[in-house]
T-cell receptor, first 112, second 113 residues
Framework: GENVEQHPSTLSVQEGDSAVIKCTYS??????FPWYKQELGKGPQLIID?????GEKKDQRIAVTLNKTAKHFSLHITETQPEDSAVYFC???????????FGRGTSLIVHP | GAGVSQSPSNKVTEKGKDVELRCDPI?????LYWYRQSLGQGLEFLIYFQGNSAPDKSGLPSDRFSAERTGGSVSTLTIQRTQQEDSAVYLC???????????FGPGTRLTVL
């Protein structure tokens, strides 16, 4: 089955800096890669996703890049703000399956 | 509109007791998922419902776990003879179609003493 590795487990940055979270996956048939943000005491919320026919996608301060050859994808947050502090999860969904495999999460801390 | 709701928000039970956790998905969403999240861990898939199809139970950790979805809407996750290792946050998610954005509920925090 699919295996998703996520790094780092903790990321601490100063407000205004950029943050990058990286994930690798094992199943070359995976073709959908969502990213979720989970705030304390809440369920995860989708912030951006990318499908395998696209190499990069941006939404304001957030971008995701996908390298299918290397089987890795990354989340980039620019101009970080304290409200970006949360746990971020990457996931991969294999073609023909509707069940995402999640990474273990990255706790992002943005210091004012 | 209303999001995914789960009840109870917290449940404390004694080892060996049965518990039922409820999920109300967003109206019209055909796909429903249950996950388990242990402290500091990612989301562990438990079970997936899609419309009237047979559920995918491949993630259930033991036969003490079961789930049903009535009328294609509300779902109940049942854990029989709870054990301390069952303590976790149980999350429910729904999506309009499979292979699309999942909308998560706030979760039920289960503590087994």
């Amino acid at each position: 089955g699919e295996n998703v590795e996520q790094h780092p487990s903790t990321l601490s940055v100063q407000e205004g800096d950029s943050a990058v979270i990286k994930c690798t996956y094992s199943d070359s048939a995976s073709n959908y890669f969502p990213w979720y943000k989970q705030e304390l005491g809440k369920g995860p919320q989708l912030i951006i996703d990318i499908r395998s026919n696209v190499g990069e996608k941006k939404d304001q301060r957030i971008a995701v890049t996908l390298n299918k050859t290397a089987k890795h994808f990354s989340l980039h947050i620019t101009e970080t703000q304290p409200e970006d502090s949360a746990v971020y999860f990457c996931a991969a969904v294999s073609g023909g399956s509707y069940i995402p495999t999640f990474g273990r999460g990255t706790s992002l801390i943005v210091h004012p | 509109g209303a999001g995914v709701s789960q009840s109870p928000s917290n449940k404390v039970t004694e080892k060996g007791k049965d518990v039922e956790l409820r999920c109300d998905p967003i109206s019209g969403h055909t796909a429903l998922y249950w996950y388990r999240q242990s402290l500091g861990q990612g989301l562990e898939f438990l079970i997936y419902f899609q419309g009237n199809s047979a559920p995918d139970k491949s993630g259930l950790p033991s036969d003490r776990f079961s789930a049903e979805r009535t009328g294609g809407s509300v779902s109940t996750l049942t854990i029989q003879r709870t054990q301390q290792e069952d303590s976790a946050v149980y999350l429910c998610a729904s999506s309009f179609l499979s292979y699309n954005e999942q909308f998560f509920g706030p979760g039920t925090r289960l503590t087994v003493l």
